[in-house]
């Protein structure tokens, strides 16, 4: 029988997107989805029930958007281009849009399967409709609270969705993040687990701030053998026993290598895995594990996974390297605190790395080595940070700069050769650095970015890299002005 | 003679939501700067102190979980004997679930009623609705001898009304404040400030983070304590942009702004 609203609204939304592209409204990411559910409240259900091979959706607070383009990149390079909402709208509304572009009109859909990003909030709904075959949760940390409201709340919401998911269906954890591990516990859905077995990643010091540190169980605090970062790591409960999960994905080995390359060692059913992957620091190690586990969940072969990884590129301004007119300018998300740490751990052990290498061999050898790993392009000359840290505070970045206070900006004290500090809240950054131990004579606060771009640049000697470390709509101003003066492609090229 | 200050941190690792760790960090530092020696107790559940011992508690906000899992430690052990110190006269800063804390009690939308220490004479009633945004204070003047305003940012769903003897930490000239009803923001009672302001609060407010170390200096050392000044440009220059923005000073060149980005697209 022809289902008259799904047709109506499918030729609604589509023209509603036509439409607003006309009118140069943006790219009509999200508009078409909210016509179109206003016309069919099922439109997305009916729409990803027509996908052959099923619906895979990827939540966490952390790196779904770079894990989401992993899984993509794989399975386009396996011969089956999924329906994939890549330029991130990832509510509700954003996943109909996608499935709407994908559709024809006759509401039926070119994909064979869906891999939707999806927003922590957002995920019990959207799982609700679209009726996966594959979830993969990834980690779960503070952000946004002015938006999402507390974690539990946004694991409360997980919990009962993965409660209503059938058998059929095939649900991959994060075992090191206590907070999505216990989520698995007692399900319908068969439940796999993937996790860092490399103590060697421990961090010695106990992380400022974590969300679940306290056992989901029974309230007691979990005892640590390794805390990696945040509340990610190898935990149990001495009170009720509760403990992480032995993975199935497991990353025995990994070797970062600076601001770089990182190189996995991995071992999962039946196999074992090794792989070069051309993108630094463990969390993009961490979301390259997870977008294993679920391509091999999905049947792909591991040689197939292993060809696509070694040359990905990283998502829009999560880690990208442009040349700004001959000065190399690195950019790396920072959107919450978990992540700012994370990030600012991985430039200042890039130092510690080069220092070591130093201090082992003498001078003479460490100039020796540092000229070879400058012309390889492996380590910046400098042992000085040369930063560019851009904070807005508008909807998409979260109104609520409180968690610059969360972030171990501590890490960076002795580090910095110069910090430009621009964007809607620069002074508050500023103060943030001020108060973590950088002098105040090391800081230029320049609110608007073209000139803070300008200033970090002028301050930048021959031959180091600066490194811009912006919100997310401070990325997009920052990416603007890059393109505006021809640095970098515009974003919609991407 | 090296002045020392001792500041117990309440429950850090239960009550940690919303940067409220700036507050401490904050504190520290201004002592640093000063050559005054600051040592941070973190008190834990379980954890035994004597309150006659302490210059500066801090006690900030947690997740609903977090609240749960030590509300009833916090009043069963340390209740009656902080409850005495602020009496007495100890400093202390609360923000959002701690002020909550020192209050009578917290009635729940539910119905059901949490109790406080009862330190403050404020109570507490759960809204349906979260309380969410910046927000600028005009701070009462006889708190600190000085006129100043305050900025923070609020996140809360209970609505907190003043009793009779305790006094307002301020009117709200932007945001909604104690309870969105009575324009009243924070209590003060004795040395004791409890308050919704997030943001961190005391980084980006200097002279609130001030009046907190000279009273407990002068607690201490008696009244011959004078603070050596220090150079706060970024930290007032973080306050004021939040001031003008909020209170509109600036907003004829953030639309300007707007209409050129516009023109330019």
Redesign the interface.
């Known amino acids: 029988m022809i289902d008259l609203r799904l047709l109506l609204a499918v030729a609604a939304g589509k023209s509603a997107g036509i439409a607003s592209r006309m009118l140069r409204r943006g790219g009509g990411t999200t508009l078409p989805g909210v016509v179109a559910q206003r016309i069919d409240p099922q439109v997305l259900q009916k729409l990803t029930a027509t996908l052959p091979r099923g619906v895979v959706l990827v939540s966490g607070t952390n790196g779904k958007t770079t894990t989401t383009r992993m899984i993509a990149a794989i399975l386009a390079d396996d011969g089956r281009t999924p329906l994939h909402n890549r330029a991130g709208a990832n509510l509700m509304s954003g996943v109909t849009a996608t499935a709407l572009a994908g559709a024809s009109l006759g509401g039926r859909t070119h994909a064979h399967i869906g891999l939707f990003e999806t927003d922590e909030a957002a995920f019990p709904g959207i799982a609700a409709e679209t009726a996966p075959r594959l979830v993969v949760l990834h980690n779960l940390f503070?952000d946004q609270?002015?938006r999402y409201?507390?974690?539990?709340t946004v694991a409360q919401g997980w919990r009962a969705a993965l409660e209503r998911l059938p058998a059929t269906t095939t649900v991959l954890l994060n075992a090191d993040d206590p907070a999505v591990a216990a989520l698995g516990e007692g399900l319908s859905a068969k439940v796999r687990y993937y996790g860092l077995n490399d103590l060697r990643h421990a961090s010695g010091a106990a992380a400022?701030?974590?969300?679940a540190?306290?056992c989901r169980r029974c309230?007691a605090?979990y005892r640590y053998t390794a805390l990696f970062y945040a509340h990610i790591g190898h935990y149990r409960c001495d009170s009720c026993g509760a403990m992480r999960p032995t993975p199935d994905y497991a990353l025995e080995r990994l070797d970062l290598h600076g601001t770089e390359t990182t190189t996995l060692y991995l071992t999962f059913p039946g196999s074992a895995m090794e792989v070069h992957l051309p993108l630094p620091g463990l969390y993009n190690a961490i979301n390259a594990l997870a977008a294993i586990a679920a391509c091999r969940e999905l049947g792909v072969p591991a040689s197939r996974i292993r060809a696509t990884l070694e040359r990905f590129d990283a998502a829009f301004g999560r880690i990208e390297r442009v040349d700004a007119g001959g000065r190399p300018l690195l950019i790396a998300l920072i959107k919450n605190p978990v992540g700012a740490t994370e990030t600012i751990r991985m430039l200042t052990d890039s130092l510690n790395v080069e220092r070591s290498t130093k201090t082992l061999r003498g001078d003479t050898a460490a100039a020796e080595t540092l000229q070879g790993n400058v012309s390889t392009g492996n380590i910046q000359p400098s042992t000085l940070l040369h930063l560019l840290i851009l904070i807005n505070d508008r909807y998409a970045d979260g109104?609520?700069?409180?968690?610059?206070?969360?972030a171990e900006f501590e890490r960076l004290a002795g580090h910095v050769a110069h910090a430009t500090v621009g964007g809607t809240?620069a002074?508050?950054m500023?103060?943030?650095l001020?108060?973590?131990g950088v002098e105040?004579e090391r800081?230029t606060?320049a609110d608007d970015p073209a000139e803070a771009l300008d200033v970090a640049l002028s301050r930048l000697p021959p031959g180091a890299t600066l490194y811009a470390l912006p919100t997310y709509t401070a990325m997009l101003d920052l990416r603007a002005e890059l393109v505006r003066r021809r640095w970098a492609r515009p974003f919609w090229e991407d | 003679m090296t002045w020392q200050l001792r500041l117990a941190h309440l429950y850090p690792d239960h009550m940690n939501i919303y940067g409220d760790r700036g507050n401490i960090i904050a504190l520290q530092q201004r002592c640093r700067w000063r050559g005054i020696a600051c040592e941070v107790i973190p008190v834990g559940p379980g954890a035994t102190i004597d309150w006659s011992d302490i210059d500066i508690a801090f006690f900030g906000g947690g997740q609903d979980s977090g609240q749960a899992l030590i509300a009833e430690d916090f009043v069963e052990r340390q209740g009656p004997a902080l409850r005495a110190a602020i009496d007495a006269g100890l400093v202390m800063l609360a923000i959002c679930g701690g002020y909550q804390l020192l209050g009578h009690y917290f009635l729940t939308h539910a119905g059901q009623r949490l109790p406080g220490i009862g330190a403050l004479d404020v109570y507490t009633v759960g809204g349906k609705e979260r309380l969410i945004g910046n927000v600028v204070v005009d701070v009462n003047p006889d708190i600190s001898g000085a006129a100043f305003r305050l900025v923070g940012f609020e996140n809360h769903s209970g609505r907190t009304y003043l009793g009779a003897s305790v006094r307002p930490l301020g009117r709200v000239l932007v945001g909604h404040g104690n309870n969105g009803e009575d324009g009243t923001e924070g209590a003060v009672y004795r040395n004791t400030i409890g308050c919704y302001l997030h943001g961190s609060l005391l980084p980006k407010n200097p002279q609130l983070a001030d009046h907190l170390i000279a009273m407990a200096l002068r607690r201490r050392y008696g009244n011959v304590v004078r603070l050596a000044p220090l150079n706060d440009a970024l930290e007032l220059k973080a306050q004021q942009t939040m001031v003008e923005r909020m209170l509109g000073k600036g907003r004829w060149r953030a639309s300007r702004r707007k209409i050129n980005q516009a023109l330019n697209a």
């Open positions: 503070r609270l002015d409201g507390e974690v539990d400022q701030i974590g969300d540190r306290f309230g605090p109104t609520d700069v409180s968690w610059l206070w969360d809240r002074a508050d500023a103060v943030r001020k108060y973590a105040p800081m606060v």
